[in-house]
DNA sequence: CAGTGGTCTAGACCACTGT
DNA sequence: CAGTGGTCTAGACCACTGG
């Protein structure tokens, strides 16, 4: 059994969500099957009873475990494919790291061009005005995974700027030069054939179906947008959401 | 202001979440402005830090607030009125009406049988357990837009049950049938080409590319699914979602 | 430096499930 | 009844932010 390492800056919590989604996602705790009660937990790593609820909770947010009043803790069973919540976002390394890969990316050149139309309006820009396209490959484990399109208006960036993109960031560039955090993206989703071009770079067949997010990142109040990408995902990335129902 | 009560059955931390969520959402606290401190929570509500901050847990999970760590909890700001936003459902025909178009609905037929392996996981059923499988296709202006395949328990429905799935509202028989409300659904999002027989029925050509929802419904305490279905979305119906950034 | 959120402990009592 | 998760308290120390 693996234990808690108590000299690190990961918290205990956080530990012991990850020992446990091991146990799940490996087949030792198969779906239905209950999980150690939490004072055994509390027992076992020598935790408090907060601790270890904490987490349970991620697990449970996750979609790992469900909770049973009075019974106890079940799994749900292990994720057969890569899977994640689509309400919250995070940088696209930090997103394949989450789901237990290791990411790495690849950089393939800058686009000066007349803003497409679809970045054009949620940019709220003019006709004819320019944007740069930055194009960028992310691996999984070397598996092309997702490939993005991050524009930017042309005149926010001064004449000799990074072509690079600033690294696999945008997100992060986006605050550089905007000077505000971006808190939100306002995502549309679509279920598109992918092209050409677009199989050549995830290595796909022409024709095969993909999701594309067409996001427009926000500032905090929702109402300034700061960017906009294109996100084309590989198949094997699946995505889940949890909705409520609106009362009729 | 509002003050907590502590003679009822709704704990503590769900009812000051209520309260400041209701301060959002009218604007008391706009966007990008800083709730008052956990500290000053804890001393107004007479809580313990534990439970102001799993109120605050709950207002960050919904979007209503993101923290900064070591400056403060800070108001997202009220929710916009987003058509066809995905964290939210309603029923099929509904769904239809808010977009704008007149919905009508056709039955085609009522399959008993054994339990595919995502309806098995999904509704933890046993090997080989039986499902009934209704088939529908809701139509938008007398255009096919969503086919729908619901499934059910057999052991769940008596001898004699409505081969029709009780009208266009599987969520109203789910409700009838477990006695319980429905809430709650875990969506997988998926990109397929569509089949032979499914762009038939959408009025599509086959191998082009498609949306699938696949949905668990769930009760209120998000823990036990109360029932399984396939959605499959013609093209020209779009979906958006507002998404969050989570902290590194 | 004081104030903030992030983590953690060691208790307590309750409501719910099965025997 | 004993065992489970659900809620809550009253502390503690840490890391981060800003003046």
Known sequence: MINLNRDTVVPLYHQLSEILKELIQSGQIPAGTKLPSERELMDRYH???NTVRQAIDLLVHDGFVYQDHGKGNYSIGPFL????RI???????????????T??????GTDEIVAPE????ALRLGENELVVCFTKLFF??????????????????????????SGDAYIRLL?????????????DIVAMNATQEIAEYLN????????????????????VPLGFASNYYHPNIHFRILRHRLNP
Do not use: C, W
């Open 204 to 223: 796909l067949t022409p024709g095969s179906s993909i999701l594309l997010f067409q996001e427009t990142f926000l500032d905090p109040s929702k109402n």
């Open 140 to 165: 999984a484990n070397n598996e092309p995974a997702i490939l993005t399109l991050d524009y930017l208006p042309r005149k926010l960036l001064g004449d000799n700027y990074d072509r690079t993109g």
């Open 87 to 101: 309400d919250t976002f995070v940088e696209h390394s930090e997103f394949l790291r989450r789901v237990g890969s």
């Open 47 to 49: 935790l408090s009873r």
């Open 81 to 84: 494919n890569i899977q994640y």
């Open 118 to 121: 679809e970045v054009r309006k």
């Open 103 to 108: 990411p790495t990316y690849k950089n393939f």
């Open 175 to 187: 605050e550089e030069i905007n000077g505000r955090m971006v808190k939100f993206t306002l995502s």
